[in-house]
């Protein structure tokens, strides 16, 4: 996620409605990826995106701009998806990711490429339902937006040491998920 | 395993894997790679099953219609907004209120405690004046008096109603009600 400039994030602060849509357009695929890697379907994927911005818009007035607009936003997006991801597990989350896979199926293109694409989207989103939350929420950080370890530490407000031993459990747990036939349970 | 892996596994499901080890670490970790088979063969399979996957993982993109959602949110929140206003503003008015009555009953009740405190102590007088009125009056009475008593002295007319007694004092009827109530 790329910073935003601050006089947008500012006139958003005074309500201004264009800037917000602004920082929307620029922020809303990473939020809507986080919170879809996290929660794992697409309804709470949507729902966690709707309330992070809401949030934002709201919250953005007390902004003071002592530590970065990103970092408070994936903070935001994690800790809301983490929250919808627990939520859904104890409703039942079995029925709604195949759901997600029938719409998948419905969607997909019948190119090689399309296929292969939705062959590791789903992979991902297994290897993901591997992990708790704690751990989905490190990886999706570290993995796909990037960030170091510092930054996963001031995100999720934990020490750096807490990242870096969630980190090694998570593999640890999709290495042996691999080496116990995961992915041939993926294929099925 | 020798220790020397199994310290080396835990750096390569993290801090190597990472790029977050210093130039230091980072060589004694590839020196060993490149005499560990096991170790070498470990790192290949974290990278191939909790690494590579997720790098390959596409940005999905938020559907149109969370934006309608968010900005049907706004709305709410705006019109929230207003109706928040102006129930404050209504709370406001009330709690101003509340202090105006109280501001005004104990303005009553003190004006009613100086007047009860206030009336006794000067009906007593008999009459209401003032301080600097009294004095005014004691003034000219003792001028007047002085004066009498200059022109008893010296043989002439009395101004005022007036007796000489036998021992020469004159003594002066004063005839208001204020000089009565001071003499």
Redesign the interface.
Known sequence: MQALPREILIAASEGN?GA??KI?RAT??????IA??VTGNRAD??EV??DV??KT??ELKQFRFASSFTTWLYRVTINSAINASRKTKRRSSRQVEYNDGVALKDERNETKEAIE?EH??M??RS?LEALNPDQRAC?VL???EGL??KEIADVLKIPINTV?SR??R???A??A???HGGDNADEM | MPMKCEEMRELLTADYIDGELDEGARGDVVKHLETCTRCRQFEEAVRRAAVEPFRHAPLSSAPASVWHQVARGLDQERGGGVRAALRHGWEQFFTIRKVVYAAASLAVVILIAVILVRVPSTAGRGARLSSGDVEGVHDYMQEQFLALEYRGNNGAGSPVDGDTDYDGIVSVNFSTIVEEYLI
Request: include cysteine; charged fraction near 40%.
């Open positions: 409605r917000f849509e929307y809303c695929d990473y939020v809507y990826t879809l890697r994927a949507e995106t709707q911005f809401l818009f709201r694409k590791n989207e992979r991902v290897m990886i570290r993995e796909m170091r370890y870096r980190l090694q998570a593999r640890e999709l290495l998920r691999e080496q």
